[in-house]
Nanobody, 125 residues
Framework: QVLLVESGGGLVQAGGSLRLSCAAS????????MGWFRQAPGSEREFVAA????????YYVDSVKGRFTISRNNAENTLYLHMNTLKPEDTAVYYC??????????????????WGQGTQVTVSS
């Protein structure tokens, strides 16, 4: 069973940066499409970014394009989300997710079958 553990969240001022990490156990991480989602209080879980199994393609929600970068290190079984120019509306719990059935996945939560526990990101104005 693969486990996903996020880290790197915290409190940051608007305009600041954070790097989220998602450490995966198990040797098959390199075969999985991966994604980041976020959920603010009272809101549905929202797609943020996705990356194919080999890092060859990345996808972003429009609101984070040019500010966030998703990347992965398959040798270290780790997924990253580099977040720059953070805004108060980026405040949410951020989750990493794995689609263990496909090399490339989409932007819907139901497409992912493994989830981490989440890490809180709070951006103050």
């Amino acid at each position: 069973q693969v486990l996903l553990v996020e880290s790197g969240g915290g409190l940051v001022q608007a305009g600041g940066s954070l790097r989220l990490s998602c450490a995966a156990s198990g040797r098959t991480f390199r075969n999985y499409a991966m994604g980041w989602f976020r959920q603010a209080p009272g809101s549905e879980r929202e797609f943020v970014a996705a990356i194919t199994w080999n890092g060859g393609n990345t996808y972003y929600v429009d609101s984070v394009k040019g500010r966030f970068t998703i990347s992965r290190n398959n040798a270290e079984n780790t997924l990253y989300l580099h977040m720059n120019t953070l805004k108060p509306e980026d405040t949410a719990v951020y989750y990493c997710a794995a689609d263990t059935l496909r090399f490339q996945s989409g932007g819907k939560p139901y497409e992912y079958d493994l989830w981490g526990q989440g890490t809180q990101v709070t951006v103050s104005s």
